[in-house]
């Protein structure tokens, strides 16, 4: 049985000589990214990385989509342009980090002794409703049969931040439980 075995056809001399002088010439940095920012570096139909690649005249190679740990590599002539490149990739995703920071819910829980719930939250909510609807945060106290003392917050890390701050500032009015 005869195996039908393709070869490859030899380059001709003058793109051997270019390849050559390209992988000679070619300085190289890699750049570390979770996958799940890698559209971040390519962008809507790839305008980023298209960008990216005639504005500092180097190639942008991103690791396929799932691979787990391959770094994002940056190729070009000039050390400059690439390092300038690498610089603009890390902002880029220092940005989107950023964003999704500040974007993305959180919770916090505060511990407040059980003694003073009702005086923090006030008559009807008084105390608390300024502060959640201020900041747009829930705030979630224990059930009254629970004796817990954790009161937990969700929103923005910002907001949230604030409102554990206001809560303590109101919690400081009130004078300190006896048991």
Same mark, same amino acid.
Request: hydrophobic share 35%.
């Given at each position: 049985?005869?195996?039908?075995?393709?070869?490859?056809?030899?380059?001709?001399?003058?793109?051997?000589?270019?390849?050559?002088?390209?992988?000679?010439?070619?300085?190289?940095?890699?750049v570390k990214a979770d996958n799940c920012l890698f559209g971040v570096i390519i962008g809507p139909g790839g305008s980023t990385i298209k960008e990216l690649q005639v504005k500092y005249n180097i190639r942008v190679l991103v690791p396929r989509? =799932?691979?787990?740990?391959? $770094? &994002? !590599?940056?190729?070009? /002539?000039? *050390?400059?342009?690439?390092? +300038?490149?690498?610089?603009?990739?890390?902002?880029?995703?220092?940005?989107?980090?950023?964003?999704?920071?500040?974007?993305?819910?959180?919770?916090?829980?505060?511990?407040?002794?059980?003694?003073?719930?009702?005086?923090?939250?006030?008559?009807? =909510?008084?105390?608390?409703? $300024? &502060? !959640?609807?201020?900041? /747009?945060? *829930?705030?979630?106290?224990? +059930?009254?049969?629970?004796?817990?003392?954790?009161?937990?917050?969700?929103?923005?890390?910002?907001?949230?931040?604030?409102?554990?701050?206001?809560?303590?500032?109101?919690?400081?009015?009130?004078?300190?439980?006896?048991?």
């Open positions: 049985m005869k195996v039908n075995q393709e070869r490859s056809r030899p380059l001709p001399p003058s793109m051997s000589r270019m390849r050559a002088q390209w992988v000679e010439e070619t300085v190289s940095e890699t989509k =799932g691979s787990k740990d391959e $770094p &994002i !590599t940056v190729q070009g /002539k000039d *050390k400059t342009l690439v390092k +300038n490149a690498v610089l603009r990739i890390k902002a880029l995703i220092a940005e989107e980090k950023e964003r999704r920071r500040v974007t993305t819910p959180v919770s916090q829980t505060l511990c407040i002794p059980k003694a003073l719930h009702g005086k923090v939250i006030g008559l009807q =909510g008084q105390n608390i409703r $300024p &502060i !959640t609807q201020a900041l /747009k945060i *829930k705030i979630q106290f224990p +059930n009254k049969n629970d004796n817990s003392d954790e009161v937990t917050l969700t929103g923005l890390p910002d907001q949230v931040d604030q409102g554990i701050s206001r809560l303590l500032n109101l919690v400081t009015r009130f004078p300190p439980c006896r048991a």
